[in-house]
């Protein structure tokens, strides 16, 4: 059972173009996360959000547009990819903000042409 | 800027020795130091943490050295094994908050059989 589970693994695309990532955890937590890591494994935060709600954008593009339908959901869409978002993006949950450990899906490669 | 300084950045070391990696930070709100393991394709997972209350935490082969004063942390890798060969990244919060949480830019580790 994965535990944060996150798809497509893989997207390959044209600049311009709109995409969706999807996250799900089924860890009962009550946050989560959306995380960028750059070509040189530069980890950032881009988005937190404590049962349903955004708490943190972390001077995010708003092209970026995190959606939490529910607690054990976090999607990403991205409008009008740029050649510099080409990253792999990690989804992320902790029972809470204070917990400390954050427990990461296995991330998703983007790839803009 | 960065806030949590690790070096260096790739590291290799042969089966059986001992593998050390260092982290800086600036804050001295930080009180919650964890080490995060990634392995290539998958997401970062949490290895070990420890807060300032202790100089010292091991768990099996991996130790946690901390020093206050000097605002360094580091991780210590006792009979590395080839199975150890992954990217290591730091990290630093104020009370576990993990939206204050600040990485480092990873650490790459070849153990060589």
């Known amino acids: 059972d994965t535990a944060v589970s996150q798809t497509p693994k893989y997207l390959v695309t044209q600049m311009g173009n709109d995409k969706s990532i999807k996250c799900e955890q089924n860890?009962?937590?009550?946050?989560m996360y959306w995380y960028k890591q750059d070509s040189k494994k530069f980890l950032k935060i881009m988005f937190s959000?404590?049962?349903?709600?955004?708490?943190i954008n972390e001077t995010v593009p708003n092209r970026f547009s995190p959606k939490s339908p529910d607690k054990a959901h976090l999607n990403l869409h991205i409008n009008s990819l740029e050649l510099g978002d080409s990253a792999v993006y990690f989804c992320?949950?902790?029972?809470?903000?204070?917990?400390?450990?954050?427990?990461f899906g296995e991330g998703s490669r983007l790839t803009v042409l | 800027q960065q806030q949590v300084k690790q070096s260096p950045q790739s590291l290799i070391v042969q089966k059986g020795g001992i593998s050390i990696i260092n982290c800086a930070y600036e804050?001295?709100?930080?009180?919650?130091f964890p080490w995060y393991q990634q392995f290539p394709g998958k997401g970062p997972a949490l290895l070990i943490a420890i807060r300032p209350d202790v100089s010292e935490k091991k768990e099996g082969r991996f130790t946690i050295s901390f020093n206050k004063s000097a605002k360094q942390f580091s991780l210590h890798i006792m009979d590395s094994q080839p199975g150890d060969s992954a990217t290591y990244f730091c990290?630093?919060?104020?009370?576990?908050?993990?939206?204050?949480?600040?990485f480092g830019a990873g650490t790459r580790l070849t153990v060589k059989p």
């Open positions: 959000y404590n049962n349903k709600e955004l708490i």
């Open positions: 990290a630093a919060s104020k009370n576990g908050n993990n939206n204050d949480m600040r």
């Open positions: 992320a949950s902790s029972p809470s903000l204070a917990s400390g450990e954050l427990f």
């Open positions: 860890l009962g937590h009550d946050t």
């Open positions: 804050n001295t709100a930080f009180d919650y």
